[in-house]
């Protein structure tokens, strides 16, 4: 029930929405209905799963990539200091940048094949996880750090068993916004620079003035990017299970 009441603004929307399309407001504006017709007539060609699975490719290993470094990165910074007053002014030189603004440097750089995407899927989605995992490390116990060294525990120890459980709450909430940027930079890169992919589909399909596909292929994302966050969501609180 309470799951059904969560949703009920989306289906007030979809409502509107169709209302709004049956009258005729813009001629760019396919009702839902047509939207669904028209997704059901891309995923029956193929069009979805073939533009779906490059996207997913380039979404995901540029995530991965920066999670890797950016968790690793973070937390050394906090724990040692040389290494912070490195990359403390790079990261404050990149923090205000637009992260679309990588798209055009990366297809420069790379061309247009997979590697220019998820170069940037990678430079943007670092960032927040550098961030996530620095202040996670920087906010440890300072009296559990302490024990764990009096103990006899080496300091690599103590980061792995004290540091990095302290730091992953604020880690998984810096991930979390990297995944969602790793959708917008996905999107804008298979914009400006790509054969194939989703949102060079949403680009071809407006192009060609079938709005109602076009709206499904964005739906589409829409819908994948939702999933991957509630999916996340779960990992996140089976992972913080030793918080309760």
Known sequence: MKLAVRYVPLLLLALAWEAAARLELSDALPAPSAVLVAWARLARDGELVANGLPSLYRAGTGLILAIALGSVLGVVMAWWRPLHALMSPLLELSYPVPKSALVPLTAFWLGFGNASKVLAIFLGGTLPVVLGAFNGARSSDRALVWSARSMGASRVRTLWDVVVPCALPELLAGIRIALALSFVL???????????????????????????????????????????????????????????
């Not at 060079?200 to 999933?227: H, N």
């Open 186 to 244: 996905l999107l804008t890169t298979e914009l400006y620079a790509a054969q194939s992919g989703l949102g060079y589909l949403i680009s071809f399909l407006g192009d060609e003035g079938a709005y109602d596909a076009m709206f499904a292929a964005v739906l589409t994302v829409a819908f994948l990017g939702f999933v991957a966050d509630r999916l996340f969501l779960r990992l996140t609180r089976r992972l913080l299970r030793w918080r309760e």
